[in-house]
């Protein structure tokens, strides 16, 4: 567990009916007053309840007279809310919180880099930024990619990565890339050779498919990029991780990676165009089973 000062950031309060839930802005993530959640959420032992916390979700903080405090960060914060047993119990004041937090304030920190309270009072938190969640899915964009590497080199190859990562962005952490460009950090991440340079180039070789089984190959390309368009178009890894899920960072790497391939495939639009017209198919049709 890490300690800070208010010597580099500020105390920034929020309100909740009524009471103060101080949030404080460190290295362009937003950290919570333990205690102050623990109080809206009903649950009295607060060092109990940190304890069940993992070390990065949680930490002290210097508020200035009243000394340290225990602060956890956005992580740790839906893990205090949602072992709260009210907090799923609809007219409770933790659903309210729960509600709160997760439907407004958290949603419009990390796509606007403040939240608006109902005073009309705009409190600047964050840069619109990725921060930590952002930068926990390029790692796991990262990881995909570098699977096929020699595991001796995974690492080596992350830094890597997360260097090329800086100096296409214009940034000194990855966690500071725009928020409104993650999809284009995990396209370059996806889109990154590495064959060369962390592992031999494979032999080409050759192997014929007969008309149906390239016809498959684009029907399936042509219905992962549908797919593809509304995983990014609905931006549900980020949805996914305002309900505390992983579930989103998971699936991403594989997104980008079928992307990747759809983009090379694409490339070969005409020789498949030819195949559907020998078969006297139309254009993604319906004879193998699945809607187009």
């Known amino acids: ?26 290295n362009g993530d937003p950290w919570f007053v333990a205690s102050d959640v623990c109080r809206i959420i009903d649950v009295a032992n607060t060092t109990q309840a940190l304890q069940a916390l993992d070390d990065d979700e949680r930490s ?11 602060i956890v960060n956005e992580s740790g914060l839906y893990t205090l809310i949602l072992r709260c047993r ?39 938190l964050v840069g619109d930024v990725i921060g930590s969640t952002g930068e926990i899915v390029l790692d796991r964009v990262i990881e995909q990619k570098g699977s096929r590497i ?25 966690s500071l890339i725009p928020a409104d460009q993650l999809a284009d950090a995990c396209n370059f991440i996806a889109a990154y050779a590495i064959e060369g340079e962390w592992m031999g180039k494979e032999p080409e070789s050759g192997h014929l498919l007969t008309d149906m089984q390239l016809y498959d190959v684009w029907f399936v390309a042509h ?37 990747t391939g759809v983009i090379k495939l694409k490339k070969l639009a005409t020789e498949f165009d030819a195949v559907q017209r020998r078969l006297g198919l139309n254009r993604y049709s319906e004879s193998r089973g699945v809607a187009a």
């Open 223 to 259: 219905h992962f990029e549908r797919l593809y368009e509304i995983f990014k178009r609905s931006n549900l890894h980020v949805h996914l991780g305002g309900l505390g899920s992983r579930i989103g960072s998971d699936m991403i790497g594989h997104f980008l990676d079928g992307y």
């Open 60 to 70: 002290m903080f210097n508020i200035g007279r009243q000394g340290e405090a225990n």
């Open 150 to 174: 020699d595991p001796a080199l995974q690492r080596s190859f992350k830094h890597t990565m997360k260097s090329r990562l800086r100096t296409r962005f214009n940034v000194q952490k990855t």
């Open 86 to 124: 009210d907090a799923v119990k609809k007219g409770s004041k933790p659903h309210a919180f729960r509600k709160w937090v997760t439907a407004e304030v958290l949603p419009a920190i990390r796509k606007h880099g403040r939240y608006e309270d109902a005073k009309g009072t705009m409190t600047t």
């Open 1 to 26: 567990m890490s300690k800070n000062s208010t010597a580099a950031t500020q105390i920034i309060p929020f309100d909740f009916r009524g009471e103060s839930v101080r949030a404080i802005p460190i």
